[in-house]
């Protein structure tokens, strides 16, 4: 891994800039003095010999390609200066006619520092206003040549740098991270024949078929117009009142109401790109592909009372713990899937594979992974990149082609017009973050912001002032004026209708349910619950519940009695005998599938201390995390130094006030009396147990802490009086045999055999 890093041009300099070792990194100060004009100049400003005119562009290379590196900015060192390099004297008080008199109209320095400022804020994004992104790399397994002439598949081992942005879809850019959501999966590969963006999500279907109703979705999500609310979230009658009112979206619902929407960490959620797309080989012969991600650390979500809680303690839980991981080194890594399937089989199928309310289930088109995506470098600046990064639908490479699914169509057009008001114009392609690796040379000219110089008087083409300049890459160079050979083509009457087979709304929404463990269920259903009871108007209601009753009757009756309301009438559906499904569970679809490759890596372990502990036992356990690779805590009282029992000083790195239980993944209490009895006199230290026990989280209870079990009414079984795996409790002269048995726990993720509905405790 650390090999493929240092072969990344956008990671090379990284490590050198950290330990301020960045000699020919990046430039110290703002300006970058330009090199002396190359002998052979032949045009007037290279004659000219003005040193501005620069060297001319070597053949082919974009000025705008290079590495980041050519914009990095580092102002170690150096004087403050205004926008225009002049120096700055004092920074701390406008020019005044007199130490009491008027600030005078000549200042500006004052004038361009507040003008600046006072245009520092670029509209959000319409939706997924709210992400966090990475740098790092795709590596190819093998090559893909009988399906693809897509450049990254074409070699083993071929790296290909990508940028990834994760986010979620309704709140505003500083809402919470943990709302209740669709997470947005965004991958810019900059390959060597241009830019290729893979615009997923972490769900692998739709609310909507046809991009028609898009703008209609999205305002029915988002705060409501009259007052604004609420932020962040879908509980509210106008999404309610949409999606009952469209059955089309009742497979995604029930996605969105599964403990997907609820990722423990962008680390540990699938990705997928949604819609059919195309693999075009060679011969210009095409495929049928889905795309999907597939975290290593295997899937893991947190539950509803956790978020909301975290959503208060750390609204940046989301962009924090995936900073964190990349900082220690923790490279969080996905590995590509793809579905392939021929048109006529897709003809076969019983659903649409143009319909992006349907999945192709795994057991019917098995996944082949071929990948691999590791992020392993932090943005320097998160407006220059994580906020300016323009991803397009509309951006494929020669290989990769689109379907015909119409929800994708009104995509290819949105991406790039969105920018056009979001990053001020026709250029954000020469932002930074935005530029190709590829050259790119053709004769759009000008707009807003135009930072590339183009040479030369022709900017057409054809022509031959130019010898014909840039050409056409045409067949001869590989790049086939057929992109992808179709289909046989249908009638081609102009019609607004939709193929037969989107009417299906309930096939897949019940393979779904079905397919999920019974907690998963009880938590699908908790879900509507929640949100429906949020929904002031009882008939929505009732059109949401009746229409579950064409997916689960088990479902729509525990959610009526959620919502204490009799069962309605199912609802009518568009196509009362739909064509039987090839898979009717596949267990693919449940979390519980993917474990992930088990072990507790990156995960963080609270261990509670106050004076009076024991502080060996405490030690040893730190240590053992440590080495496992989880992130030991200590949290105490207050911060500082404790003295524990055995005469040890233990320095917190954490409060109970600071860091709330529901902020880690596992709890250890120690050992010690009078330790004990410290912390029990601290109210947060029974919510931290609290919230621990209900979120299903491991807890360690050492010698004397079992007391806090009691105080914290902690149920000493399972509800079925068997014991609870997930509670250990024990002395400190078996530590070796609990620290094992602890780790076990806490790479098993939660311990849902203590799930109840309302909870225990
Ligand atoms: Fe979209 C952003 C994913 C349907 C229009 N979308 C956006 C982002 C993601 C997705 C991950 C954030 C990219 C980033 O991090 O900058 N969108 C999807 C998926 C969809 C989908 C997986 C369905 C399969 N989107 C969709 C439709 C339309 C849009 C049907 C419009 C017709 N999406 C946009 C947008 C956004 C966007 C308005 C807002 C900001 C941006 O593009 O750059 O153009």
């Not at 490279?331 to 899937?337: A, D, I, Q, V």
């Not at 069962?567 to 693919?588: F, M």
């Not at 529901?662 to 029990?680: C, R």
Request: proline share 7%; hydrophobic share 40%.
């Amino acid at each position: 891994t650390q090999a493929l890093a240092a072969a990344q041009p956008h990671n090379a300099a990284k490590a050198a800039e950290h330990e301020g070792l960045a000699s020919d990194g990046a430039p110290m100060g703002q300006s970058v003095e330009p090199p002396i004009p190359a002998a052979g100049a032949s045009t007037l400003s290279e004659l000219n010999l003005n040193a501005k005119a620069g060297e001319a562009a070597a053949a082919g290379q974009d000025p705008l390609s290079q590495p980041l590196q050519r914009t990095r900015v580092d102002a170690t060192g150096q004087r403050l200066t205004t926008n225009q390099g002049v120096p700055v004297a004092d920074n701390q008080n406008s020019l005044k006619a007199g130490a009491r008199g008027p600030v005078l109209l000549e200042d500006f320095i004052l004038r361009e520092k507040i003008t600046h400022f006072d245009h520092e804020r670029i509209p959000e994004r319409i939706v997924h206003a709210r992400g966090s992104g990475a740098h790092g790399f795709f590596e190819c397994y093998e090559p893909l040549h009988s399906l693809t002439m897509a450049a990254p598949f074409q070699e083993a081992g071929k790296v290909t740098p990508v940028f990834v942005r994760f986010s979620t879809v309704a709140g505003e850019r500083g809402s919470k991270d943990t709302a209740r959501d669709v997470r947005g999966f965004a991958v810019k590969f900059y390959t060597d024949e241009g830019n290729w963006d893979l615009v997923g999500n972490n769900m692998p279907v739709f609310f909507i078929q046809d991009a028609m109703k898009f703008p209609d979705l999205v305002h029915a999500v988002k705060p409501e117009p009259h007052h604004g609310m609420p932020q962040a979230a879908s509980a509210h009658d106008t999404f309610w009142d949409f999606v009952g009112l469209m059955p089309e979206s009742t497979h995604m619902l029930m996605w969105a109401m599964s403990d997907r929407a609820l990722p423990r960490s962008y680390r540990t959620m699938q990705g997928f790109g949604v819609h059919t797309f195309r693999l075009v080989n060679a011969q210009g012969e095409s495929r049928f592909v889905k795309f999907h991600w597939q975290p290593r650390l295997g899937t893991h979500s947190l539950v509803w009372d956790e978020a909301v809680k975290i959503s208060g303690a750390d609204p940046d839980y989301h962009r924090r713990d995936l900073w964190e991981a990349i900082e220690a080194g923790e490279y969080p890594e996905w590995e590509l899937g793809l579905q392939v399937f021929t048109e006529e089989e897709a003809q076969a199928f019983s659903f649409d594979v143009l319909d992006a309310t349907k999945i192709v289930p795994e057991e019917l088109v098995p996944v082949q992974v071929v990948g691999r995506l590791v992020l392993n470098r932090n943005p320097d600046n998160f407006f220059a990149e994580t906020e300016q990064v323009a991803f397009c639908a509309a951006h494929v490479i020669r290989g990769i082609d689109f379907s015909n699914d119409p929800l994708l169509a009104g995509r290819i057009h949105s991406y790039v017009d969105t920018q056009i008001s979001r990053l001020g114009g026709p250029n954000f392609h020469e932002i930074p973050i935005n530029a190709p690796v590829a050259p790119v040379h053709n004769n759009q000219r000008d707009g807003m912001h135009r930072q590339a110089i183009h040479r030369g008087r022709v900017a057409y083409e054809p022509n031959s002032l130019a010898g014909g300049c840039p050409f056409q890459a045409g067949a001869a160079q590989g790049f086939m004026s057929v992109r992808s050979r179709q289909e046989a083509q249908e009638s081609r009457d102009k019609v607004r209708i939709k193929p037969e087979k989107f009417a299906d709304h309930y096939t897949q929404a019940r393979l779904f349910f079905d397919s999920q463990s019974p907690v998963e269920q009880a938590h699908i259903a908790a879900a509507f619950r929640f949100e429906l009871s949020k929904v002031t108007v009882p008939a929505v209601r009732e059109r949401v519940v009746a229409s579950l009753r064409n997916v689960s009757e088990e479902l729509a009756a525990q959610v009526a009695a959620g919502l204490g309301m009799p069962l309605p009438a199912a609802l009518p559906r568009a196509l009362p005998t739909p064509a039987e499904p090839e898979v009717r569970h596949s267990s693919a679809l449940s979390l519980m599938a993917r474990p992930g490759e088990g072990g507790i890596r990156t995960r963080k372990i609270a261990l509670l201390v106050a004076d009076g502990v024991d502080g060996a036992s405490l030690q040893a356990l730190v240590g053992k995390l440590f080495e496992a690779g989880a992130v030991p805590r200590l949290v105490g009282p207050r911060l500082g130094a404790f003295a524990t029992a055995d005469g040890l000083t233990l320095q917190a790195d954490a409060t109970l006030e600071n860091s709330p239980g529901f902020l880690f993944d596992a709890l250890v209490l120690p050992d010690g009396a009078d330790g004990v009895a410290a912390l029990s006199r601290a109210g947060q230290t029974l919510e931290f147990v609290k919230d621990q026990f209900r979120h299903c989280k491991p807890i360690l209870m050492l010698g004397a802490s079992h007391a806090l079990a009691t105080l914290a009414d902690l149920p000493p079984t399972l509800p079925d009086g068997e014991p609870d795996p997930g509670l250990l409790i024990g002395d400190v002269a078996d530590l070796d045999a609990l620290a094992d048995a602890f780790m076990t726990a806490i790479a098993r993720h939660r311990h849902f055999e203590r799930d109840q509905d309302p909870p225990a405790i």
